[in-house]
């Protein structure tokens, strides 16, 4: 058996009756976030051009085209919710895998479930299986891809968004793994835009949703795929990581605990290497007057210090705000001039402050060990003064992780900021989210048409 096959012969198995109280629970949190930061980037226009180009894609009117009355294709269709899950970097993080998880198989249940009209067990026992598929493949290899310049969230979702589009359609699982064959050959996404601040990394969620979508499509229609796709000479480890990549560390404990229980729910739209030091910074003895800040000092995860840490004279004056995002001397000087980060404080007139980057290049990042990965590992900040004094915090971790977990007040005040607008609409679309936890308890409005319906008036108030 190759590990294409030991995943899909679990997931086929898997009904949602089986799923523990907790994992139901889990995932519909989850659900609740990525709506919400959906929502939040169509109601601030963050990536407009995400619907322009699903309505170019067209298809068979079978899924809504968030944010519009429109039907397309559920590749387009995914494509778009996908890009604007992720477009404010808002939406979880599996900090083992450094993965996006929620942006590509949440998209992908919505889209192809219209598609099919699944019911809510349906989606939520396809979602399980899809998001164990994307967080084992990239937990198995931690900072594999990363650090050989890809973004493993797509990379690795394009094969959970192949499963979840496979399973919903009624596929059966020689052509569930024919499609992950077929997925592994549109795996993509480059990590090149930390180089110049460009926002190539809003799409690729999207794009592995319809990838994922298309490569469905191919087995059904009876194309093959290779089974050895992920462990082969030429498969996914190998070629994206230079590493064999451990099965067992895929397949341990699969169907007895559940990789999606680790996802963390951001409290910052940021990147969440830099969580934890941003937590510091709001943890420290004493405010020091930022003009009177020597010095700042920031342990950071070596992992972390390329993606978020240095060079510091450039993080210092990010170009764009999707650069600045991925800024920790940015962040940082921004809540040591008592600011907090929101969804606005990446406008041009934010960035162009002066007294920000002055701030930020007194940030000197101090790289360590942490021995665990650096998505969920502990920060410390020394900010010193001009008189010589000394005021510093620690944190074991950034808050939204399991260990460190946002109650569910803290989420629903999260996902009411993202989505704004028609406050009892928003809290009757939460109430239908929270079924999907509930055995039994089920509503006569599926999932995705309530989702369509906010989403439309939420895109209709930019």
Same mark, same amino acid.
């Given at each position: 058996?190759?590990?294409?096959?030991?995943?899909?012969?679990?997931?086929?198995?898997?009904?949602?009756?089986?799923?523990?109280?907790?994992?139901?629970?889990?995932?519909?949190?989850?659900?609740?976030?990525?709506?919400?930061?959906?929502?939040?980037?169509?109601?601030?226009?963050?990536?407009?051009?995400?619907?322009?180009?699903?309505?170019?894609?067209?298809?068979?009117?079978?899924?809504?085209?968030?944010?519009?009355?429109?039907?397309?294709?559920?590749?387009?269709?995914?494509?778009?919710?996908?890009?604007?899950?992720?477009?404010?970097?808002?939406?979880?993080?599996?900090?083992?895998?450094?993965?996006?998880?929620?942006?590509?198989?949440?998209?992908?249940?919505?889209?192809?479930?219209?598609?099919?009209?699944?019911?809510?067990?349906?989606?939520?026992?396809?979602?399980?299986?899809?998001?164990?598929?994307?967080?084992?493949?990239?937990?198995?290899?931690?900072?594999?891809?990363?650090?050989?310049?890809?973004?493993?969230?797509?990379? =690795?979702?394009?094969?959970?968004?192949?499963?979840?589009?496979?399973?919903?359609?009624?596929?059966?699982?020689?052509?569930?793994?024919?499609?992950?064959? @077929?997925?592994? &050959?549109?795996?993509?996404?480059?990590?090149?835009?930390?180089?110049?601040?460009?926002?190539?990394?809003?799409?690729?969620?999207?794009?592995?949703?319809?990838?994922?979508?298309?490569? &469905?499509?191919?087995?059904?229609?009876?194309?093959?795929?290779?089974?050895?796709?992920?462990?082969?000479?030429?498969?996914?480890?190998?070629?994206?990581?230079?590493?064999?990549?451990?099965?067992?560390?895929?397949?341990?404990?699969?169907?007895?605990?559940?990789?999606?229980?680790?996802?963390?729910?951001?409290?910052?739209?940021? =990147?969440?290497? &830099?969580?934890?030091?941003?937590?510091?910074?709001?943890?420290?003895?004493?405010?020091?007057?930022?003009?009177?800040?020597?010095?700042?000092?920031?342990?950071?995860?070596?992992?972390?210090?390329? @993606?978020?840490?240095?060079?510091?004279?450039?993080?210092?004056?990010?170009?764009?705000?999707?650069?600045?995002?991925?800024?920790?001397?940015? =962040?940082?000087?921004?809540?040591?001039?008592?600011?907090?980060?929101?969804?606005?404080?990446?406008?041009?007139?934010?960035?162009?402050?002066?007294?920000?980057?002055?701030?930020?290049?007194?940030?000197?990042?101090?790289?360590?060990?942490?021995?665990?990965?650096?998505?969920?590992?502990?920060?410390?900040?020394?900010?010193?003064?001009?008189?010589?004094?000394?005021?510093?915090?620690?944190?074991?971790?950034?808050?939204?992780?399991?260990?460190?977990?946002?109650?569910?007040?803290?989420?629903?005040?999260?996902?009411?900021?993202?989505?704004?607008?028609?406050?009892?609409?928003?809290?009757?679309?939460?109430?239908?989210?929270?079924?999907?936890?509930?055995?039994?308890?089920?509503?006569?409005?599926?999932?995705?048409?309530?989702?369509?319906?906010?989403?439309?008036?939420?895109?209709?108030?930019?």
């Amino acid at each position: 058996m190759t590990l294409s096959e030991d995943l899909v012969g679990w997931a086929w198995g898997l009904e949602a009756a089986d799923l523990p109280a907790a994992v139901r629970r889990t995932i519909a949190r989850h659900v609740l976030d990525g709506v919400g930061t959906t929502i939040g980037a169509l109601r601030t226009g963050a990536a407009p051009f995400a619907a322009e180009v699903a309505r170019r894609l067209g298809g068979p009117p079978v899924a809504t085209l968030l944010g519009s009355d429109e039907r397309v294709g559920p590749g387009p269709a995914a494509l778009a919710s996908g890009t604007n899950m992720h477009a404010l970097d808002f939406d979880d993080t599996h900090a083992g895998a450094l993965i996006h998880g929620t942006a590509t198989v949440l998209p992908t249940a919505l889209a192809v479930g219209e598609e099919v009209g699944a019911s809510d067990d349906e989606l939520l026992s396809s979602l399980a299986a899809g998001y164990e598929v994307v967080l084992r493949i990239g937990a198995a290899v931690p900072h594999g891809f990363h650090a050989r310049g890809f973004h493993a969230s797509s990379v =690795c979702g394009v094969f959970g968004a192949a499963l979840v589009a496979s399973r919903l359609r009624g596929a059966s699982a020689r052509t569930a793994v024919n499609a992950l064959g @077929i997925a592994g &050959s549109q795996a993509a996404g480059s990590l090149e835009f930390l180089a110049t601040g460009s926002a190539t990394k809003q799409l690729h969620l999207g794009w592995a949703s319809f990838s994922g979508i298309v490569a &469905s499509d191919f087995a059904i229609a009876g194309a093959d795929g290779p089974v050895s796709i992920l462990e082969g000479d030429a498969g996914l480890f190998r070629s994206y990581t230079g590493r064999p990549g451990d099965p067992e560390a895929v397949l341990s404990g699969l169907g007895s605990w559940f990789e999606l229980e680790q996802i963390t729910i951001k409290p910052d739209p940021v =990147c969440q290497l &830099s969580h934890a030091a941003l937590d510091a910074a709001r943890e420290l003895d004493a405010p020091v007057p930022p003009g009177r800040i020597e010095r700042i000092e920031v342990a950071l995860p070596e992992d972390s210090v390329d @993606i978020v840490g240095e060079p510091v004279a450039e993080k210092a004056r990010p170009r764009t705000g999707y650069e600045a995002k991925f800024s920790l001397p940015w =962040c940082l000087a921004l809540l040591l001039h008592g600011e907090e980060i929101a969804v606005d404080t990446f406008a041009p007139d934010v960035l162009a402050r002066e007294d920000l980057a002055a701030l930020a290049a007194k940030v000197v990042i101090e790289p360590f060990d942490p021995g665990m990965a650096a998505a969920s590992a502990p920060s410390r900040l020394r900010v010193v003064a001009d008189d010589g004094s000394v005021h510093e915090a620690s944190v074991p971790g950034s808050r939204g992780t399991p260990e460190r977990p946002l109650d569910d007040a803290a989420l629903e005040a999260k996902y009411h900021r993202n989505v704004g607008g028609d406050r009892q609409l928003a809290t009757e679309l939460a109430d239908r989210i929270r079924l999907l936890a509930e055995v039994g308890e089920r509503s006569s409005t599926p999932l995705y048409e309530a989702v369509a319906e906010l989403a439309d008036g939420a895109a209709k108030e930019n």
